[in-house]
């Protein structure tokens, strides 16, 4: 288990700095970091951009300034220089804007599993029931969405509620990421998390029903049930238990690509977190910002990957790590 | 009395019926196939079941019209029993000729400035006005159109590189796809949309290379999938046949390997349209995407947001309504074709 991990971990390695080096290339090729001030009007004399180039170190080669970025980053733990001006210390704002975030993207995950795996292995056992066919079609609504559209439909809605009936459910996010008691967390919280969740459930609450489909088709179903066991034991003893293996490493894989994937809802509700970031960094072309924000993202899918095929290994006994 | 007898299954292959003309007649041996289970009524109506035998009154008398079926002809009768993906067609056809032979019809352009300032929808304008007078409904075709057109350029160019790419790596193996395959394992690390909001803000102002940013992001999906296709299929017999007659690696990969994993492709094709469409339009809802004076159905709902707000929701609903359209049709009739591809699905369960 143990050489397991360790080779594992071993060939993440190169990925993540091949990663690194392709996600720089990417930015230096879609960003020009002196595109505002280059337009300014009236427009800057040479020598002036050549100076800002010189103080951001862009007048080296490209592979000279990715080796000046990654040894930056590495030996001193700095994203680099913001052009958003000193103010901006990018080290500091991931290390705030990642909790925003996290709080965004935890309770809708722990939502859409719990609803997933239920949704999902009720619709398995009643298989081309009218619940099975009900539940498919509103899955297959929830990933036809338009979440950013989704989004704004919410809020209007919530609009709508907070007029007729007094309630307080929080349109945006908390400025300044002050959240107050836990009646104004939560009026925070609901509407985004709604949002995050009915996407995820619907791929979920479809895999969970494939995956439980193919263990009630197995011989140790037929068994349990002739030895018999109640049909609840057997289902969930024998049944879920086992049917819950591939669903934990499809929403493991899955958790990073969310944490990617809050750019749209984080705009929408205006969450000072790191898809904000990102977005601002986009329209300001701060490269270190964005590349910044690249480089967590492209590390969390590694990381999940890894936890991914450990926990298979772990939970699957049919997985032999030889 | 036995004429309007359907297969027991409609996936029966047409092998499976004896063709030959039997002494008995056709229905003397059907009789005697259906004797040996006792369990079946004869005239039990299977769903979707159709009228193989010609239904001709006087059976005896005539050949009946059964032949042998390819293989397309029995994805397409299949696909034709999901009656969620016909309607989905239909839909989605009517989508397709709202979107590029509505603006030809209709009287307004996107661009043309009305004196009806914010008016409600109407029979004037079926979708509204906005606060510039310009028609919504004209906005909403053109919008459509490109949204469509983004989409189907990027499932085309992405689902060709990806099929050739995977079929190319899992067909020649060893050391040329673990590199290949690592390839698509490092741009699995980078979010899409993200690297597209990059991109987008760039190419966005035009939409051919927008969307070939897009295809560039959203391949590696069909690459791991024919992959993994051609890893079984190239062990058949027959690709050792053609091996054996001399085809070239190039002819056996496009003549022989491709054309066997053709069902996965499409399957894949129709999903890699309503993810290009969701992603395009959150693009260019966020502004990184299709840029003015191009409309897409994403910038429409940009200014369209905050008219929603001010109580003028048409501006609002109707973009979003043609999103789920396309997208809601798309991953319906992928699903269709999911079933009616699948050789070893079967209606009838235990």
Redesign the interface.
């Known amino acids: 288990m143990l050489a397991f991990t360790i080779r594992r971990i071993l060939v993440s390695i190169p990925?993540?700095i091949?990663?690194t080096f392709?996600?720089f290339l990417?930015?230096a090729?879609?960003?020009d970091p002196l595109g505002d001030f280059k337009s300014k009007n009236p427009p800057p004399s040479a020598s002036e951009v050549a100076a800002r180039e010189h103080a951001l170190g862009l007048d080296h080669g490209l592979l000279v300034q990715y080796w000046n970025w990654i040894r930056n980053l590495v030996v001193h733990g700095n994203f680099g220089p913001s052009v958003q001006g000193a103010a901006f210390d990018i080290n500091a704002e991931l290390g705030r804007r990642v909790w925003v975030t996290f709080r965004l993207v935890i309770c809708a995950i722990i939502i859409a599993l719990i609803l997933a795996v239920i949704v999902g292995v009720i619709t398995a056992v009643k298989?081309?029931s009218v619940t099975d066919y009900v539940a498919t079609l509103i899955g297959?609504?929830f990933?036809?969405?338009?979440?950013?559209?989704f989004a704004?439909?919410l809020?209007?809605w919530a609009?709508d509620i907070n007029n007729a009936t007094g309630t307080n459910i929080k349109t945006l996010g908390p400025p300044g990421g002050e959240w107050g008691g836990i009646g104004s967390w939560a009026g925070y919280l609901v509407l985004p998390t709604i949002t995050l969740a009915l996407v995820s459930y619907a791929t979920w609450a479809r895999f969970q029903r494939a995956s439980m489909l193919d263990v009630l088709n197995s011989d140790y179903m037929r068994l349990a049930r002739a030895k018999g066991l109640t049909p609840r034991r057997v289902m969930v003893r024998h049944g879920l238990r086992t049917a819950l293996i591939p669903m934990t490493t499809q929403v493991t894989l899955d958790v990073a690509?969310i944490m990617?994937?809050t750019?749209?809802t984080e705009?929408i509700f205006q969450w000072q977190g790191l898809g904000t970031m990102?977005?601002n960094g986009?329209?300001t072309q701060d490269t270190n910002a964005?590349l910044a924000?690249?480089l967590i993202?492209?590390a969390l899918?590694?990381v999940f990957n890894l936890i991914a095929d450990i926990l298979y290994a772990v939970l699957d006994p049919r997985i032999r790590l030889a | 009395m036995t004429e309007n007898l359907p297969p027991r299954d409609p996936n029966d292959e047409p092998g499976e019926v004896d063709l030959g003309p039997t002494p008995g007649g056709r229905n003397a041996e059907f009789l005697g196939e259906q004797g040996q289970q006792p369990g079946l009524a004869i005239d039990a109506v299977t769903p979707g079941g159709e009228d193989v035998l010609g239904g001709g009154p006087e059976p005896s008398d005539r050949e009946f019209g059964v032949q042998a079926r390819n293989q397309w002809q029995l994805v397409l009768r299949r696909f034709r029993q999901h009656k969620l993906a016909l309607v989905s067609l239909v839909v989605l056809f009517l989508v397709f000729v709202f979107a590029f032979l509505g603006p030809v019809l209709w009287h307004y352009g996107p661009n043309d400035f009305t004196d009806d300032f914010s008016v409600a929808p109407s029979l004037k304008h079926p979708f509204g006005t906005d606060s510039n007078g310009a028609d919504h409904m004209a906005q909403v075709m053109a919008g459509t159109q490109l949204s469509l057109k983004i989409a189907f350029v990027v499932a085309i160019g992405a689902s060709v590189f990806g099929s050739i790419y995977g079929a190319v790596s899992g067909f020649y193996r060893g050391a040329t796809d673990s590199l290949m395959m690592r390839l698509v394992d490092l741009f699995l690390t980078i979010p899409a949309l993200a690297v597209g909001a990059l991109l987008g803000k760039k190419f966005g102002n035009n939409w051919e290379l927008l969307a070939l940013v897009l295809a560039g992001l959203l391949w590696t999906g069909s690459a791991r999938v024919v992959r993994g296709q051609v890893l079984s299929v190239r062990e058949k017999e027959y690709i050792e046949a053609a091996r054996a007659l001399g085809a070239t690696d190039r002819r056996i990969i496009f003549r022989h390997i491709l054309p066997n994993v053709a069902g996965p492709i499409i399957v894949l094709f129709t999903l890699l349209v309503a993810t290009a469409v969701l992603t395009e339009t959150a693009l260019s809802y966020l502004g990184f995407g299709v840029q003015f004076p191009d409309i897409s159905l994403g910038s429409l709902i940009t200014s369209g947001e905050t008219a929603a707000t001010g109580g003028r929701g048409w501006l609002f609903y109707f973009p979003g309504l043609f999103i789920i359209l396309i997208a809601l049709t798309v991953n319906f009739i992928g699903d269709g074709l999911r079933d009616a591809l699948d050789p070893t699905q079967t209606k009838v369960r235990a």
């Open positions: 990925i993540l091949l990663s392709l996600v990417l930015v090729w879609g960003a298989q081309y297959f609504f990933l036809s969405l338009p979440v950013f559209w704004i439909l809020k209007i609009t690509a990617g994937g750019v749209i705009q990102f977005l986009i329209r964005v924000w690249l993202a492209a899918v590694i």
